[in-house]
Structure formats: structure tokens, C-alpha cells
């Protein structure tokens, strides 16, 4: 077989190659299903926050303002001075207490970053009115809610320009997952299987509450 | 099987108090009366029942009822961002039943119109886009798979002790389901991921606007956008119309109403990855991105909710599942921890998918603690509590994987314990 004729039976190949494929759509990378999202669609739902402040909106807030929104729509949960009531979230004090035996994970003892507050506020606050607030209003709030971890002074005023200022105490206090090496001793080869303790005791039983149904009644064996 | 095998069940049978003769003398046949559920016509025996479309959407018998998901409420402040709890004691082989399928949620379910719901890509990418479900359901490349979803607060409760009697409750925040969609990477590379694109951060339509970032690596690798579970579309409360899979990863990431993927540079570190599933360790600080859950087993009867009712023969079985592949093997102990014995598996092994285990005892009554401990294809061999917590403290709330034990009495009463 010539060359050219090698050549031309492979194009006749592909071309019947591509022809199937174009059936099916499969030789197609893109599918050009969905469509360009527009500008203003992006800027209604991109609206996250990161520690390096991208995605802060233009806008401030004082402590001052950020009292009086806390105490209109966050205080019946949160508590007055962010105490939390009930089992709603507790936001500020806990410091030091990480170490003990009641850890208490607010804002100023165990967040690392600040962009975490104002984000999840815009996105989910408050409970059941969630994305009511203005940008303002959403400064208010951090810039307060820093305030009453005593991160900030009263006359303190949040705003995009400085929010990169503000750092939290227990940011160095995080580390990336390092299971596969700080527990590499449970990866084990042979398991024991057969007289693996001498004795056994009961160290501790169920408590707190009744929650098993007939849980009084005893089952019947027979 | 080998002639190790026979022994190590001689041991363990002996061990158990089990394999004594006799246990059970069987009533003679003229003490007896007959039973009327035979002699007599039963209702359902004489009568018509139901008729076709008497139920247009089936459900479980009326005899059934008990099977619920359940919820402790001095758990959360409120049942909108609360959790409730997998049967787990009442269900057998892998699947969960989609109606069964432990619930979290933040601000409650959202109920969305599918026709109103759009999935948007933006961020570093070649193409800004927005899908209709039309629009996803048309791509090329569907898949099904099933896979373990378990939340990392499950047997959080356990840190400090044993606290709940049921494995509903304490191991209860775990299902495994019949996924049904696309590959994420479909519609990454659909918009194409530029090359300074490491992170994608998901976020969800509901109230709580759940996100989480998810570094690009497992995104392109297994993460599903999925439509339907078991064969039909997401229940409200699982994220219909469209949620995001996550496979071996904690379920606070399988984001749910899904509605944007934002491609990005670094993570975003938003509340449940700072705030929440972080885990608090002895020395104050804390481990941040533990995504991956570790192997975990559990004895779903007998249990405190499954208790035993009969000496003589018994099934007992319980669940496995691991977040770095499939399970290897599952040993059981019934003398809290001093002789095991590999149980069987049974229906099928799938990586990052609860695993069904079975071993067949005969119990003469005598008092047993009952324990599960998995092993799974990387060789990680599931820890004691103690373990865990020599090396973790008690204050991590999330990822306690430890060995758990039953105490199961005389009497068959089983309870959640904790033995040296």
C-alpha cells in the first residue's frame, strides 16, 4: 500500500470516527449545557468572606450602633452580654478556658479569625430573618460582638478598610490535620485476638437521662 | 477454612459461655395448647384487604410505627438547628431507607421548587455559569453510588462516658444511600477550573446558607453532585433538589440545597470549619480540615433499644464503615475485649460504604460485653476509647470512633457501658 493511500484510508477512519462520536456527543469536551452567569447574579449570591477580608462590601459600623441592633435582635438567644441563653450559642468570655474540664469556644477565646463573624452573620443571622441586615448593620454587629470579647475599645469603628487589623487571640492555636502521623500507632498489622487481658471491669454505666423507650421494663427472656 | 479458624471459634464459643449442651429442652408437644393465630380465621385470612392506590406512596406496616428517626432535645436549643437519629437497631443490611436518614440541619429544611432552583459556578474559572436541573441532569457521564454519610459530632456524646442507651443515639448520625448524579468535575471542567484554583467553597440555598471549603484535589476526585437517593429524588430534608457527596468526608461538607460552587485560591475558614467541626484537644489547641472520618464500628444488636429475648441461638450484627476505603474485617468480642473473633460479612463491600457484619452465637444467659472493632483497607485498626482519648483529651466533641460496648445482663437488658 502507497503513502498516500495509508494516509487516506486513516482519514476515511477518523472521519467515520467523529462522525459516530458526533452521534453520541462524545468526542465533544464541552457540552455547553447551563449558560454565563450575569454580573448582578454573582453579586447577589457571592457575598463570602474571607480571613484576608476579600468579599468585605463598602460599608462601617460602631460598637455603639452594633449595641443596639444586638440588644433588638440577637439578645433574646444570645444573651445580653453575648452570654447565650438556653443552649443558643455562647459569644463571648471562655478566655483561658480551653484547657479545662468546660471549654467555652466563643468569638474572643477560640475563633481564629474575625471574617468568620461578620460572614456568618451576613449569611445567617438573625435566626429566622436571615440576610436582613445591611452591610452597616453587619459591621455594627462584629465591630460590638469584638467589643464585648474586649478585643476592641467602645469608640471602636468596623469598617472594610481596617477589618484586617483586627486578629483574634486563638488564631495560632489551630493546625492542619496531622492524624496519619500523630496517630499512626492505630494503624496496626496484627490485632490481638485471643487472651488480649487478664481482667475486665465495668469502668462506668450509661447516664444522664432515660431516653430508651421501656427502658424501665426489663425484657422478658425466655 | 483453615484449621486456625475452627479453633479460634472453639476458643471463642468457649470463652462466650456457649458451648455448653442442653440449654434449651424443648416443651413436649401435649403440654402445648394449640395456638390460635393458627387454629382461628385471622381477619387478614377471611377479608379483603386494601385495594391498589389505597396508598399511592407506600409506607411501612402499621406495625411498624416504632421505627422513627428520634431527637434528644435537651440536645440543641431549638428543633430548626437541631439533629435527629438513624434507627440504626431496627434496620439490617447496608442501605438506609431514604425516610430513615438521620437529619441535621442549621435553619430548618428548606422546601425548594426545583423549577426555582440554579446552581451557580463562579470564582476562578474559565466561565461564570448557572445551571438549571434540566441543565444538570442532561449532562453526559451519570453515576451511581452508594456511600456512608456520617456527621462528626456522631457519639459525641460518648467523650466523657457512656451517656445514651440506644445506638440510635449514640451512633445513630450515620446513613448509607443510593446516590444518583454527576461527578462534580463534570461541571468543573464544563466551566474550567483555572490553574490558581485550589479551593472550591459549596454553599447551600437554605436559611443557614451552609458552606464549607473543599480543597480542589478531593472535589475533582470522587464529590458528586447528586439528585436522587435510593432511586428517587432527595428527600426535603437531604437537600432536594440537589446536594453535594462527599465521599468519606464529614457530612457537615455533603452541603445540601446545593446552589454554588465558588472556585477560589484558599480556603475561606467560615464558621463550620473554624467555630464548629474543629477538634479541641487536650493541650488547647485545636486540629482544623480533620475531613475524613475514621473507621468505626458498632454492635446494632443486641442493644440497649434491641435487647435480647431469647436464650439458644442469636444474630448479632452491627455496622462498619471507614473513610479511607472499605472495610477489611470486623472482629467481635463477646468477653469485653479478652478473645475476638472475625465476624462475617455479608451483601456488598464498597469502598467509603457501610459494611453489614453478622456472627452467630448461642447464648446460655450468661452476661456478655459485647464489642465491634473494625479494621479497613489502609490497615487502620479502630482504637479502644481510652486510646482515643490518650491521645485526643475529652473536649474534641467531633470524630470519637472508639470501640463502643453493650453489656448485655442475664435478663437480656443491654446497656451502654464502659469497661477497663
Known amino acids: 500500500m502507497s503513502k498516500s493511500v495509508k494516509v487516506l484510508a486513516l482519514s476515511a477512519l477518523l472521519v467515520a470516527a467523529l462522525a459516530a462520536g458526533a452521534a453520541f456527543g462524545q468526542c465533544k469536551k464541552k457540552t455547553g449545557l447551563g449558560r454565563d452567569a450575569l454580573s448582578e447574579e454573582i453579586a447577589a449570591w457571592d457575598r463570602d468572606i474571607r480571613p484576608d477580608g476579600v468579599g468585605l462590601p463598602p460599608g462601617k459600623g460602631s460598637v455603639k450602633e452594633g449595641e443596639v441592633i444586638f440588644q433588638e435582635q440577637c439578645a433574646a438567644c444570645h444573651g445580653e452580654f453575648g452570654e447565650g441563653r438556653d443552649r443558643w450559642p455562647v459569644l463571648a468570655g471562655g478566655h483561658g478556658s480551653l484547657k479545662s474540664e468546660g471549654p467555652e469556644k466563643t468569638i474572643g477565646s477560640f475563633w481564629p479569625f474575625a471574617s468568620t463573624t461578620f460572614d456568618y452573620i451576613r449569611r445567617a443571622m438573625p435566626f429566622g430573618n436571615a440576610q436582613s441586615l445591611t452591610p452597616d448593620q453587619t459591621y455594627a454587629l462584629t465591630a460590638y460582638l469584638l467589643q464585648l470579647n474586649d478585643l476592641v475599645k467602645e469608640d471602636f469603628v468596623l469598617s472594610r478598610e481596617n477589618f484586617a487589623t483586627v486578629r483574634l487571640p486563638n488564631e495560632a492555636n489551630f493546625f492542619d490535620d496531622d492524624r496519619e502521623t500523630s496517630e499512626k500507632h492505630f494503624w496496626k498489622k496484627n490485632p490481638c485476638m485471643t487472651n488480649c487481658k487478664a481482667a475486665v471491669k465495668i469502668t462506668g454505666h450509661a447516664r444522664v437521662i432515660d431516653v430508651t423507650p421501656d427502658s424501665k421494663d426489663g425484657p422478658k427472656v425466655d | ?420
Open chain 2, 1 to 420: 477454612m483453615s484449621d486456625n479458624t475452627a479453633l479460634d471459634r472453639r476458643n471463642f464459643m468457649r470463652v462466650a459461655g456457649l458451648a455448653g449442651a442442653g440449654l434449651a429442652v424443648p416443651a413436649l408437644a401435649q403440654e402445648r395448647k394449640p395456638e390460635s393465630v393458627i387454629t382461628e380465621v385471622q381477619d387478614w385470612a377471611r377479608n379483603l384487604g386494601d385495594g391498589v392506590q389505597a396508598h399511592p406512596y407506600g409506607k411501612p406496616s402499621d406495625y411498624e410505627k416504632h421505627v422513627v428517626r428520634r431527637d434528644v432535645e435537651w440536645l440543641t436549643a431549638g428543633r430548626e438547628s437541631s439533629v435527629n437519629f438513624t434507627p440504626l437497631h431496627e434496620l439490617d443490611g447496608i442501605i438506609t431507607p431514604s425516610g430513615l436518614c438521620f437529619e441535621r440541619h442549621h435553619s430548618g429544611v428548606a422546601n425548594i421548587d426545583p423549577a426555582k432552583h440554579r446552581l451557580m459556578l463562579n470564582g476562578l474559572l474559565d466561565r461564570q455559569l448557572v445551571f438549571t436541573m434540566d441543565d444538570i441532569k442532561r449532562f453526559p457521564g451519570r453515576i451511581n453510588k452508594a456511600y456512608f454519610l456520617e456527621c462528626a459530632a456522631n457519639s459525641g456524646m460518648e467523650w466523657r462516658g457512656a451517656q445514651l442507651n440506644g445506638c440510635q443515639f449514640t451512633h445513630g448520625m450515620v446513613h448509607n444511600v443510593w446516590y444518583t448524579g454527576i461527578p462534580l468535575k463534570t461541571l468543573l471542567d464544563e466551566a474550567g477550573v483555572k490553574a490558581n484554583g485550589k479551593w472550591i467553597l459549596a454553599e447551600g440555598a437554605d436559611a443557614a446558607g451552609m458552606t464549607r471549603s473543599i480543597p480542589i484535589e478531593k472535589a475533582l476526585k470522587d464529590c458528586m453532585v447528586a439528585w436522587a437517593m435510593n432511586g428517587e429524588a432527595l428527600r426535603p430534608e437531604q437537600g432536594y433538589p440537589l446536594r453535594l457527596v462527599v465521599p468519606g468526608w464529614e457530612g457537615n461538607m455533603w452541603v445540601k440545597w446545593l446552589r454554588r460552587i465558588e472556585v477560589g485560591d484558599q480556603p475561606w475558614h467560615h464558621r463550620e470549619e473554624t467555630s464548629k467541626y474543629t477538634d479541641l484537644l487536650a493541650d488547647g489547641r485545636s486540629r482544623r480540615f480533620t475531613w475524613i472520618m475514621d473507621a468505626k464500628s458498632i454492635v446494632t444488636n443486641p442493644s440497649p433499644q434491641a435487647p435480647l429475648k431469647h436464650k439458644g441461638p442469636n444474630v448479632l450484627t452491627g455496622i462498619a464503615w471507614s473513610g479511607r476505603g472499605s472495610v477489611a474485617r470486623v472482629d467481635v468480642t463477646t468477653d469485653g475485649g479478652k478473645n475476638w473473633r472475625t465476624a462475617r460479612l455479608d451483601g456488598p463491600v464498597m469502598p467509603l460504604s457501610l459494611a453489614r457484619f453478622y456472627v452467630d452465637i448461642d447464648w446460655n444467659g450468661q452476661e456478655m460485653l459485647i464489642q465491634s472493632r473494625v479494621m479497613d483497607s489502609s490497615g487502620y485498626v479502630q482504637p479502644t476509647k481510652d486510646e482515643l482519648r490518650k491521645v485526643r483529651g475529652v473536649n474534641s466533641i467531633y470524630h470519637n470512633n472508639g470501640i463502643h460496648t453493650w453489656l448485655v445482663r442475664a435478663n437480656g437488658e443491654t446497656e451502654n457501658v464502659e469497661i477497663s
